[in-house]
Nanobody, 124 residues
Framework: QVQLSESGGGLVQAGGSLSLSCAAS????????MGWFRQAPGKEREFVAA????????YYADSVKGRFTISRDNEKNTVYLQMNSLKSEDTAVYYC?????????????????WGQGTQVTVSS
């Protein structure tokens, strides 16, 4: 059974940075498309970034383009999300997701496995 475990969330001031990690276990996901999504209180879950196998192409939501970077370490079965220049509107629970295809892309329905999420809070 696939398990995704996110870490790295926390509280940061606006303009600061955080780095999220997503470690996969239970199955080798090195050839799977991976993505990050987020959900703020009262809002629907939305796409943040995605990365294909073996590492490109990558996709970003317009709201995070130029500030966030997604990457993967296939040897460690881990995906990362580096978040810089954080804004208060980035506050949300961030979820890691894995697709059964090589390219997950920006569509939520393309993903089959989800982590439990990690809270990111940006104070203004």
């Amino acid at each position: 059974q696939v398990q995704l475990s996110e870490s790295g969330g926390g509280l940061v001031q606006a303009g600061g940075s955080l780095s999220l990690s997503c470690a996969a276990s239970g199955r080798d996901l090195r050839t799977n498309g991976m993505g990050w999504f987020r959900q703020a209180p009262g809002k629907e879950r939305e796409f943040v970034a995605a990365i294909s196998w073996p590492g490109r192409p990558t996709y970003y939501a317009d709201s995070v383009k130029g500030r966030f970077t997604i990457s993967r370490d296939n040897e460690k079965n881990t995906v990362y999300l580096q978040m810089n220049s954080l804004k208060s509107e980035d506050t949300a629970v961030y979820y890691c997701a894995a697709s059964e295809s090589l390219v997950g892309g920006p569509s939520l329905t393309s993903y089959h496995y989800w982590g439990q999420g990690t809270q990111v809070t940006v104070s203004s």
